[in-house]
């Protein structure tokens, strides 16, 4: 009886689903739309996220993940289920091989954790990666080879830099500074500067539309600001301003900077074979933190390695879990 194989990148801010044979079929936000009133969820993902901010105050939103672990046991399998039976057809009564990824710097409880969420999400067989390893499958690194990639993926809740050789993690940093951070960071700065508070989507719209890597790459056509509507933080009323691109770049430096020095932390206790090589091979940055602007050229100008950006960096994970378990009876051993 055929087996369906599913990878999945269970992040903080975005749940991406791969299913053998048909590449990434859903890439939605990793939350829940709660109503208090019936104790019960209503959507999950886009669903969700829709509905959360425009309806009665008795339906939040639920982030089950934070910094790239389980938060919230029960809203996790639920949202789990809800993919894999998604991405399967409700009327598939076969049951799954999943392939799901962690930090490097989980515990064996948050490990087991994800593992039983994912069996009682319905998975025939759960097999728990390190995400450093897939994201640099999914950027097209050969990682059995006998030389070093040093791997950095930045995604909604923590950043994962690592030093991935045969298969393996040699050296690895779990840094809490990720995509939601460059969020936050925009947030205080749009408050210091004109006393205006605004919401999270509005800084998620505003690190897309003029901090992003494509924004960058648009030429004449690169968006260089950008209306902000938020509440005055005195008196509570509407308001709203405008946004540089330049005034962004500056309000993302700080975690920009905290990455990059991360970065460099790692490189200083990779063995230095293994540096050599690194430095032959340049720096593989992944997840949808790395399509920041400037990230390359900070990376590359502080290190003096050269920095790479994925071809397709937000679902280099994604990507990644589904080449994993394809290739499973190779690196059945290299589990742990």
């Known amino acids: 009886m055929p087996v369906t194989d599913i990878g999945i990148d269970l992040g903080t801010a975005t749940i991406i689903v791969y299913v053998k044979g048909r590449g990434v079929l859903y890439q939605e ?19 969700a996220e829709q509905i959360i901010g425009r309806t009665p105050g008795n339906i939040v939103g639920i982030r089950p993940l934070k910094n790239g672990v389980i938060s919230d046991f029960v809203v996790t399998e639920r949202m789990l289920r809800h ?5 399967m057809g409700f009327r598939n009564i076969l049951k799954p091989r999943i392939c799901i990824c962690v930090p490097s710097g989980v515990t064996d409880i948050e490990k087991r954790a994800v593992e039983e969420a994912s069996y009682r999400a319905g998975a025939r067989d759960a097999v728990i990666v390190r995400e450093p390893v897939v994201a640099a499958m999914g950027a097209g690194v050969d990682i059995m080879k006998p030389c070093g990639t040093l791997v950095v993926n930045i995604g909604g809740g923590v950043t994962e830099i690592a030093v991935v050789s045969l298969g393996g993690i040699v050296v690895s940093q779990t840094l809490k500074v990720a995509g939601e951070s460059f969020n936050e960071a925009i947030r205080n700065y749009v408050s210091t500067k004109y006393d205006l508070f605004i919401g999270e989507q509005m800084a998620q719209e505003i690190k897309i539309s003029l901090c992003s890597v494509s924004n960058e790459m648009a030429g004449d056509s690169k968006l260089q600001k950008i209306e902000v509507r938020g509440r005055k933080n005195d008196s509570g009323v509407p308001a709203s301003v405008t946004l540089t691109a330049e005034q962004a770049a500056e309000a993302v430096a700080p975690p920009i900077r905290q990455i990059v020095d991360a970065v460099h932390g790692v490189i200083e206790k990779t063995p230095p074979d293994l540096a050599g090589d690194i ?23 502080e290190t003096g390695i050269r920095a790479i950006l994925a071809e397709n960096p937000q679902q280099a994970v994604a990507i990644g879990t589904g080449g994993y378990i394809q290739a499973l009876s190779e690196f059945e051993k290299r589990r742990f």
Request: hydrophobic share 45%; aromatic share 6%; charged share 25%.
């Open 83 to 87: 993919f894999i039976r998604k991405s």
């Open 279 to 301: 430095a032959e091979r340049g720096i593989v940055l992944t997840g949808g933190g790395a399509m920041i602007a400037g990230m390359e050229n900070a990376v590359t100008r």
């Open 29 to 47: 936000p990793s939350i829940a739309a709660y109503d208090r009133d019936a104790n019960k969820i209503l959507a999950f993902g886009t669903e």
